[in-house]
T-cell receptor, first 117, second 113 residues
Framework: AQKITQTQPGMFVQEKEAVTLDCTYD???????LFWYKQPSSGEMIFLIY??????QNATEGRYSLNFQKARKSANLVISASQLGDSAMYFC??????????????FGAGTTVTVRA | KAGVTQTPRYLIKTRGQQVTLSCSPI?????VSWYQQTPGQGLQFLFE???????NKGNFPGRFSGRQFSNSRSEMNVSTLELGDSALYLC????????????FGSGTRLTVV
């Protein structure tokens, strides 16, 4: 079974500053994918970034980057130049890769980010 | 291109009733998964369908069931509703093979009174 841990229930960040959201995971599988999703108050889960366990480079998508440290089993999300619209709940998630037919996502408890003007 | 569509957005039901939620995936996506989100338990996997077959199931009682149609649209049903079933139910679709991205709908917020 996979377990995702997000230890920061809530964070405040000043507009235009960077913020790092922590995520650690636990799995005995070697092939897995790590995801970050954003959930605004409207409820929709918005995909932000993906990192495969065999990817050597850290993933980046615009202002989002994933700091992947495989040996430490951590996959922290960095949001650069925070904007007011970044205020939301952020979830780290993991799934085993398709070869296992086990496609479900296991989610962490989430981190609430509030961006201050 | 249209995203994942869930209907209805909000629903209020009485304890003991049953409810059916609908999910239309992105065109071309054959895998549909359902998740329950509550403040206490967080996001929990319910089940996943692929080509009309349930391929994976989470740890939920038999009152929770689902199905997928030939056009990949999916429904989930909860019978004999309990107060604890009040939650946001999220549907996610993904394309088989290649991309590993899951695209979620806006969810159905179910309140059981």
């Amino acid at each position: 079974a996979q377990k995702i841990t997000q230890t920061q229930p809530g964070m405040f960040v000043q507009e235009k500053e960077a913020v790092t959201l922590d995520c650690t995971y636990d799995t005995s599988d070697q092939s897995y994918g790590l995801f970050w999703y954003k959930q605004p108050s409207s409820g929709e889960m918005i995909f932000l970034i993906y990192q495969g366990s065999y990817d050597e480079q850290n993933a980046t998508e615009g202002r989002y980057s994933l700091n992947f440290q495989k040996a430490r089993k951590s996959a922290n999300l960095v949001i650069s130049a925070s904007q007011l619209g970044d205020s939301a709940m952020y979830f780290c998630a993991m799934s085993l890769l398709p070869r296992s037919n086990d496609y479900k996502l296991s989610f962490g408890a989430g981190t609430t980010v509030t961006v201050r003007a | 291109k249209a995203g994942v569509t869930q209907t209805p957005r909000y629903l209020i039901k009485t304890r003991g009733q049953q409810v059916t939620l609908s999910c239309s995936p992105i065109s071309g996506h054959r895998s549909v998964s359902w998740y329950q989100q509550t403040p206490g338990q967080g996001l929990q996997f319910l089940f996943e369908y692929f080509s009309e077959t349930q391929r994976n199931k989470g740890n939920f009682p038999g009152r929770f069931s689902g199905r997928q149609f030939s056009n990949s649209r999916s429904e989930m049903n909860v019978s004999t509703l309990e107060l604890g079933d009040s939650a946001l139910y999220l549907c996610a679709s993904r394309r088989a093979g290649g991309s590993y991205g899951y695209t979620f709908g806006s969810g159905t917020r179910l309140t059981v009174v």
